[in-house]
């Protein structure tokens, strides 16, 4: 840790007078002491951080910085410029400039020592005394933090004391009463790299706070690593700042409070105007909601799409204070996740295929050598043979994405490369599953071995990808492959051969699994189940997608059916909410009863749960079949035994809306804040006269 900078990294004499040649010279210092293997290679890799965003601060300061696979082990070389130096900052040129470079695969424990110096760098004593020293051991000492400028105390009730006190004198109560409790920020900080603005526009943000008698919460997003704010933290504040560059992960957590959301540099600029904009928000009354979604609406069977600024699945997966249960199947689902716009995209096209060219479109000739353009039968080829592709991606993205959750990118290519071979093996949507977990599970267990410092650089590009895929490879063919091959072939022989009884109680139990979180895991897994057996058609795993989206498209027809039938017993909004539902449960977007379910569970979940498994069942019973795995009513006439597919779908749909008037009327109207419809509001007056 300690030879991350030494006096030969440190120019006191800068001559350079752009930000390349400054760059340069300093690269030229890294690769002299073997910490930098290609000067231009890095080079390019700083130009292009800085294309992204300038790297200069307030205060004369820049700080070039990227990750690069030229880079052999953390580095830092300071250079003090007698002419200043552009690097953008708003203020002037800088003459303390901080030269930031980290490998591919840079180690926490480095990266921190760099946040570290990130942070640092807001201290006037601290830059002062860089300017000020004339020797070069001096100053990589001080880098190094070995002689840290002295801290002024800190004044007790300020933010930060354990004691969990009032944040300051500024917060007592007037006339010497309780003193008042102190406002609570929030915030998020995250820049592309990860490495150096983030931790500044966090230090600036805590600095600010604590002049202002504010309490702060920071969450770094860096490389240094992600701890998440405490949930009953973010639940106590009183605002919300959000300074980033990237997107911020579960921004979904700080829905509802007022927010302030700026770029990272705004947080290291202009934290003070940053707090006292997210207070005056906060006296206005200002809250955000959560941004809309949109207007297509997510997939059948996963959780509506994450908005702009938010994480996508993957990031959710996995943390650290996790039970292995919830662990695993955030991972699953982030595969899944993934998977879904394969099967939409693929999934429709073969339908539209199906559609126009007739059901023996399948043994359609290669598009790309007998197509005519003004033959519909062409047209059918090319959309059911583009779908037929997507659709092969299904197994190698599922599993990939399954191992992207375990372990980021590393682990994309060794579960891309499983997932292939389970297709190759007949393993289908099982085998991909597998594939997934041993590969992340290989990576894992790569990156945890110690390795020497030469090869940290391609380990992320090289090393781990040859060496997982290699393992699941071995894996995949020859040990557990065969066996989920034998496994999945005996599935589909059992769906093919589902008649009866059987056939009904299966329909019964998806209907359940869909209508029992309207998007959430278990839903997923119904869903899941069955696009995987589209994969491999026969006539049982049409059927099972058949009941599947019937059963799907029951809670929000339900809902939109009770809120038309008894409109007093609901909300004002919700009877908005219901108008909307009829399309969305035409199209198969079970998401669309949620706002119902969250508003009243007990008697909506229920409900919609007993319509689900009547319309199952009867699917299955009439022995409908569907070789889309979306669309709803409008891919109708690509349904096997469409009228009494139709009427299963009417007959859950009614129940359902049955069971949940029923159940509220013992309830009664809604409260008194609840808005209650004109009816009866015209019925209370009646009373009244």
């Not at 409790?181 to 500044?200: D, K, L, N, Q």
């Not at 990237?246 to 600029?269: H, I, L, Q, S």
């Not at 991909?432 to 110690?450: D, F």
């Not at 380990?459 to 699941?472: E, Q, R």
Request: net charge negative.
């Amino acid at each position: 840790m300690s030879d991350m900078i030494t006096a030969d990294l440190v120019d006191l004499d800068l001559a350079a007078r752009t930000k390349q040649a400054a760059a340069r010279s300093l690269a030229e210092r890294m690769v002299a002491l073997g910490r930098v293997t290609d000067l231009d290679g890095f080079l390019a890799d700083v130009e292009a951080r800085e294309a992204q965003m300038p790297t200069g601060l307030d205060g004369g300061i820049g700080i070039p910085h990227c990750r690069s696979a030229h880079v052999v082990e953390p580095t830092l070389a300071f250079g003090r410029a007698a002419h200043g130096i552009d690097f953008g900052a708003a203020d002037g040129p800088a003459d303390l400039v901080f030269l930031i470079a980290a490998p591919a695969g840079a180690d926490d424990a480095h990266l921190a020592i760099l946040s570290s110096l990130a942070r640092s760098l807001t201290d006037p004593e601290f830059t002062a005394a860089l300017r000020a020293t004339t020797s070069a051991t001096a100053a990589a000492a001080m880098l190094r933090g070995e002689k840290p400028p002295q801290a002024e105390p800190e004044v007790p009730g300020t933010v930060g004391e354990s004691a969990g006190g009032p944040a300051s004198e500024a917060t007592a109560a007037p006339g010497g009463g309780a003193p008042a409790e102190p406002f609570r920020i929030v915030a998020v900080t995250s820049c592309p790299t990860g490495i150096a603005h983030t931790y500044m526009a966090a230090q600036a943000l805590e600095q600010a706070g604590r002049d202002a008698g504010v309490e702060i919460s920071v969450e770094t997003q860096g490389s240094a690593g992600f701890t998440r704010l405490d949930p009953a933290v973010v639940a106590a504040a009183d605002g919300v700042i959000l300074a980033h560059d990237v997107p911020v992960r579960d921004r979904e957590r700080f829905a509802g409070k007022p927010t302030v959301d700026v770029g990272v540099k705004a947080g290291v600029n202009r934290a003070a105007d940053l707090i006292a904009e997210v207070r005056a928000k906060a006296a206005r009354g200002e809250a955000t909601a959560p941004e809309d979604q949109d207007a297509t609406g997510p997939a059948p069977g996963t959780a509506p799409a994450p908005a702009p600024g938010t994480a996508a699945p993957v990031d959710r997966g996995g943390e650290p204070g996790e039970g292995y249960g919830a662990r695993l199947r955030a991972w699953l689902m982030s595969g899944v996740g993934y998977m879904v716009p394969f099967v939409a995209a693929g999934g429709l096209l073969m339908a539209l295929g199906f559609a126009v060219g007739g059901w023996d479109i399948d043994k359609a000739p290669s598009a790309a050598e007998h197509f005519a353009w003004g033959q519909a039968d062409s047209w059918a080829a090319l959309m059911f043979q583009t779908g037929g592709l997507a659709f092969q991606f299904l197994v190698p993205v599922l599993a990939g994405y399954i191992a992207y959750g375990m372990a980021d990118r590393p682990g994309l290519v060794p579960g891309f490369v499983g997932g292939a071979v389970a297709l190759t093996i007949d393993a289908g949507f099982l085998g991909g599953l597998a594939a997934g977990l041993l590969a992340g599970a290989v990576v894992r267990g790569v990156q945890r071995l110690r390795v020497p410092s030469a090869l940290r650089g391609i380990m992320p590009v090289v090393v781990i990808p040859l060496v997982a895929s290699a393992v699941v490879g071995f894996l995949m063919f020859l040990v557990v492959g065969k066996p989920i091959a034998a496994l999945q072939g005996a599935l589909t022989d059992w769906l093919a051969g589902l008649t009866g009884a059987n056939a009904v109680l299966l329909g019964a139990l998806l209907g359940l699994m869909m209508c029992f979180d309207l998007g959430g895991p278990v839903n997923k897994v119904a869903y899941a189940f069955a696009v995987g057996g589209l994969t491999t058609p026969t006539d049982g795993s049409l059927k099972v997608m058949a009941a599947v989206m019937a059963a799907g498209m029951v809670p929000p027809l339900a809902m939109a059916l009770a809120t038309t039938v008894r409109a007093r017993l609901f909300t004002r909004a919700e009877r908005e909410n219901g108008k909307a539902a009829w399309v969305l449960g035409a199209s198969f977007i079970s998401e669309g009863a949620i706002p119902f379910a969250a508003a009243d569970p007990l008697r909506v979940i229920p409900s919609v749960m007993a319509g689900g498994a009547v319309t199952g069942a009867l699917s299955m019973a009439f022995e409908a079949t569907l070789r889309a795995p979306h669309g709803g009513v409008f891919v109708v006439p690509l349904i096997g035994n469409p009228f009494p597919y139709l009427a299963a779908v009417l007959a859950g749909t009614v129940l359902s809306a049955a069971l949940v008037i029923a159940l509220k009327s013992h309830r009664g109207r809604p409260e008194a804040g609840g808005d209650p419809s004109p009816s009866a509001t015209d019925h209370k007056v009646a009373v009244t006269a």
